[in-house]
């Protein structure tokens, strides 16, 4: 199971830590008070502090403070009581300032942990630290040929840069490991996790070492990495990539480099190695930050269920597969869908339901589970009818797909086509005896002893019934039938 | 009472309540002083409509009988490194002399709803990096002062521009701001009072910043009582700053009654200098007489980290001022000086929008950050700083003030002391460690050096205690009765 | 004037070490802090920041093993606002004092900050 590249000198391990920056859902900015929405004019949502104006101060944001704590207790966290914003100092464009206010010595969040659910079982990645920090705002280079354009209206839009240990060791960790940090935070309400809209970017820190070396080797750094399968694929090529340095005869070179998703490949972003040097000292226009423990502790009272706890209950109360409950709760609308759904009363047909023929329905058509053209309550009713024998699984699929194309309520849908199951024992009785009758030789064949008839015996009735008929009951009167007679 | 311009504010106050002149006529005045003062190269940008706009507006409100505080209608200079609306602001910088705010300072915003006639923006040492008003991009601000000898002395600095205006009575008061002496040093330097609150008293929103942990605003008058006056109208609780005290604001004028009996005086003794004037020596001792003779008791106290405090302030302030003058960087604002790639327009915009002493801070203070100093210098200055602060602290336990010199030498010639800096840094060593320490500070004149140049008197207090600032200050005032006048007045009187 | 504190340890740092800034390290501070200098004005600079540094160089007589630096000289906690929008919404006041706009086909103004191709 463990994913290994396999080189002519051997087999090589994958080290990765990522650095995932999250924006924190607010309103106003960290440290000014212009909007936050995305897709905006540009420079619409610009304050005279965000454009740095001389003698322009930073306040900070006392949701932005909270949606840290927040998300630092939905990771298992310490939160620091004390921490400190510091200026990270280099000069770009998009960094009006000259210097991104951000935590460094001090962060506002300490160790914590994630736990991945892995085919292979359960894995836990810690985190290294959570801190607050700026934004910056957008260049954009393709609008002329001799010239880059400014737009800062992400200047100073809050941000959690979230650290993880080089504790992941393949791809697929690094996938399930953004997954998961995302839907936490969705359950949190602290970041959407919009990787297409930049409120989620990665950067991957990849090395690689020979199974069984002890030390780490030089890593380099893949920036701003913008989608789920993206992480994967750069980690892979990047990985191989050096594996491939390595056993050439030379050595990997600690640098910053960049994912091109067309190619599929990692290229270095600095032609030359430029000199970094932050000079990063705590901000002189902010205070320390100092929480108190009972504000974290208010703060904890009110989390919501997270998905771990959430999966626990899936199969501890409703009687769910433990994959199945990992599926349900990847993300809070669909947890949400099913506990919905699971109301009609039969908790495991809901998640067979949703996971098999909804996700399905919603695949094909890429929708989100929001989107999804059958709602929970009708799902509900769907399963319901189901679990009390109206209809037959199979007649269910058909109802579904009426649901899908047309809408409409199943129980409606199943009156007006009149696809209530047969229930009526004398009626299919009657049918029985009607086949024995008029098919002799397959009586016979099943007197003989060839019980595989009972098959063609079960599909005549379904056949003469539009599959109305409830299976069970057709089989146990067949028997009694068949077999007494 | 010769003109409009040689009153008081309090003085002008009563008599523009009394009717004895209007807001416009006392404008006037000043502004026509102005005008006539420019070869002081006080003000960099003058503001005569907007003055007499307001003025007319002053008049109107005390026909109403709702003058709006002590200040309706006083004419001042503010320094060019608060942000006006609609008026340029250079802080005395070339790469900010096509800027016009489009908004305005707290401090500037406070003085305007008390009513106070904005005559203009002054001259000021670049960025407040200065002691002698040399490094403004705009030129050497001269001192109303002067000498037989013919030359023109520097008006002390930063803040020269609001303290010449002040000394040769071209405003009644003179927004200043003060970093590691630049209010109080050029009052000495230019026979005025000058004064810097406590470090939260004043908000810098809307101040051009030099260094954030040091820079406080304060008045500059020719009175102590105007200085309590006009600090009223500067102070206030501002949301918009985060170092901003939320902190009840007493009547700093009331605070002057001249009652200092069984006051404890702390005279620190490393404050007296190896190789100081004595002149200095003799104006120092000679305050220590006036304050025992009105009653109070003077104390020898020590404060050995002291001599520490000037190479502290050098690690700290350039540090944050490095920081702080990144964003002047060509792209939102100011001037820009094109080259082919973005690094060459970012260094050509710098390396010719600011003035070598703005170039050489910013360079000591991008040399402490760096990686490899910043524990060897930075830290240990922010460690220095906590030992400054609680020997403060400490002595402040047994003592109610501390009185020192304000300078250790009259105004200098232009030209004098300009190729060492650390020989210029000098010139704020008593001044600094009150600011390393967030403390509020006064100087008031004392008397003349043996040439007949302005000296001043410098006290201290403990955080917030203004009230105690000003006591001390006005019975200094009476009993040094500081009558001389600049010899510039002469000529214009 | 006699600088405080410093007459035998000047003499010290002659005789034993002396803080040299030297040119490379002034074009290297030049380049942190994004400002040309010229060839002569290295020269100096490295000259005066020499002497600078010499002159702080007396703060390691003071041994500072035990103390905080100093975070603030306000004791007060740290004040905050709430996440409310009422600030931002104007491009045009934070673009009114741009050194150079780029504009469309019929010259009008964009509501872009511009600066030198960036190249990545
Ligand atoms: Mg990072
Ligand atoms: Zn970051």
Known sequence: MTYLIEGETGDWEVVIGLEVHAQIISKAKLFSSAATEFGAEPNSQVSLVDAAMPGMLPVINEVCIEQAVRTGLGLNAKINLHSVFERKNYFYPDLPQGYQISQFLEPIVGEGVITLDMPEGPRDIGVERLHMEQDAGKSLHDQDPKRTFIDLNRSGVALMEIVSKPDLRSPAEAGTYMRKLRAIMRYLGTCDGNMEQGSLRCDANVSVRPVGEKELRTRTE??????????MAAIEYEAERQVKIYEDGGSVVQETRLYDANKGETWNMRSKEEAHDYRYFPDPDLLPVDLTQEFVDEIKASLPELPDAKKQRFVNDFGVAVDDAATLVADKET?????????????????NWIIQELFAVLNKDSLGIAESPVSSDDLGKLVGLIADNTISGRIAKDVFEVMVTEG?????????KGLKQITDTGEIEAMIDALINDNPDQTQQYRDGNTKVTGWFVGQIMKATGGKANPQMVNELLKKKLGLG | MNSLTDLTIARSRDGLDKGDFSAVELAEAHIAAVEAARDLNAFITETPELALERAMASDERRAKGAAASAMDGIPIAVKDLYCTDGVATTAGSHILEDFTPPYESTVTQNLKEAGAVMLGKTNMDEFAMGSANIT??????????????????VPGGSSGGSAAAVAGHLALGGAGSDTGGSIRQPASFSGIVGMKPTYGRCSRWGMVAFASSLDQAGPMTRTVEDAAIMLQSMVSHDKKDSTSVDQSIPDFAAALTSNIKDLKVGVPKEYRLDGMPGEIETLWQQGIEWLKAAGAEPVEISLPYTKYALPTYYIV?????????????GVRYGLRVEGDSLDEMYENTRGQGFGAEVRRRIMIGTYVLSAGYYDAY??????LRTLILQEFQQAFEGVDVMLTPTAPSPAFAIGEKMDDPVQMYLNDVFTVPASLAGLPAISVPGGLSDEGLPLGLHLITKPFDEETLFRVGGVLEEAANFTAQPSYLEGVA | MHIPGDSFRRLKNHLTRVKVVDKATVLNIAKLARIKVSESETENLAGELTNIFDWIEQLNEVNTDNVEPMTSVVAMAMPSRTDEVNDGADAERVLQNAPDRPADAQGNPLAFYVVPKVVE
């Open chain 1, 222 to 231: 893949i920036k701003n990495i913008n989608s789920v399968r993206f992480v």
């Open chain 1, 408 to 416: 409409g309520d199943p129980a409606q849908i199943v009156e007006n």
């Open chain 1, 335 to 351: 947890a949400d869908y099913f506990e919905a759904v699971a109301e009609s009363g039969n908790a495991k047909l809901a998640a």
């Open chain 2, 317 to 329: 302030a350039p540090a944050e001022a490095s920081s702080n003058l990144a964003r002047y960087d």
């Open chain 2, 136 to 153: 403004s991009y705009h030129g050497n601000v001269i001192n109303p002062w002067k000498l037989d000898d013919g030359k023109d002395r």
């Open chain 2, 378 to 383: 930075y830290v240990k200055a922010m460690k």
